[in-house]
């Protein structure tokens, strides 16, 4: 396949409580802009089901990791792998649709306005919350084989922030970026903050809790997505 599926998945376990109704009004969005495309929600009986009838290599290691986000993390990867498509996260709002950045492309990612402070991530950084590729795409595959391995079972779980961006999140997604061939980073395309993620953590904040002002307005001067940064799972049990 040359062309990224016209599907877009959300997903929502339903483990700790049902969708709550400002996600739901985001995600809506994404079906006002993308008309033509299939709509896919995944639940946690729905996520389970597919691993054990897809990647039932990968089942043990899935109801081993510690965190429900990883878990979370970890199936997004195996739904774009089998199935392709846009996956997004209930987070991020579509402003306009992107098809003019992604026609012709088999894998893009969103890359971030703000670097975090790493020696390791190469000045770029770009995370899992918005991810479009075709099945199959061999980046997809690495991230897999990375993300689903022993050594990620392995890792300091006493930070969960930490553990979770080095073994299913952004750390990972750009670590194994950095180690693709030149050649290969070609097939991937980045793109650019100020049209998927015109804010950093800390704007998208100010916004969440009704700030506003000219200099945050600016920021969608050239938005086609907006990723608010609730990171829910930061501040849960598990």
Not at 130 to 144: A, G, K, V
Request: glycine share 4%.
């Amino acid at each position: 396949m040359n062309e990224i599926p016209k599907i877009i998945h959300q997903i929502w376990s339903g483990i700790n409580e049902p969708l709550p109704r400002p996600f739901k009004v985001l995600g809506d969005t994404w079906k006002r802009d993308y008309p033509d495309w299939k709509y896919e929600f995944w639940d946690n009986e729905r996520i389970n089901n597919f691993i054990q009838e897809y990647y039932p290599q990968y089942w043990d290691i899935y109801c081993r990791f510690p965190f429900n986000i990883q878990k979370w993390d970890a199936i997004r990867y195996l739904i774009l792998d089998k199935v392709g498509g846009m996956y997004v996260d209930f987070d991020y709002e579509s402003i306009q649709p992107m098809d003019q950045f992604i026609k012709g492309k088999k894998c893009c990612f969103a890359l971030e306005k703000e670097l975090p402070s790493s020696p390791y991530l190469n000045n770029l950084y770009f995370n899992n919350a918005l991810m479009l590729n075709i099945p199959e795409h061999s980046f997809m595959r690495r991230i897999i084989e990375q993300v689903f391995s022993e050594e990620t079972l392995a890792f300091d779980t006493t930070w969960k922030v930490s553990c979770v961006f080095n073994t299913t999140g952004p750390h990972k997604l750009v670590k194994t970026y950095n180690n693709l061939t030149e050649q290969d980073k070609k097939e991937i395309y980045l793109i650019p903050a100020k049209y998927v993620s015109p804010f950093t953590g800390h704007e998208a904040k100010l916004v969440r809790t009704g700030t506003v002002s000219q200099e945050l307005e600016d920021c969608l001067e050239e938005a086609y997505a907006v990723h608010y940064f609730c990171s829910n799972w930061a501040i849960d049990e598990a």
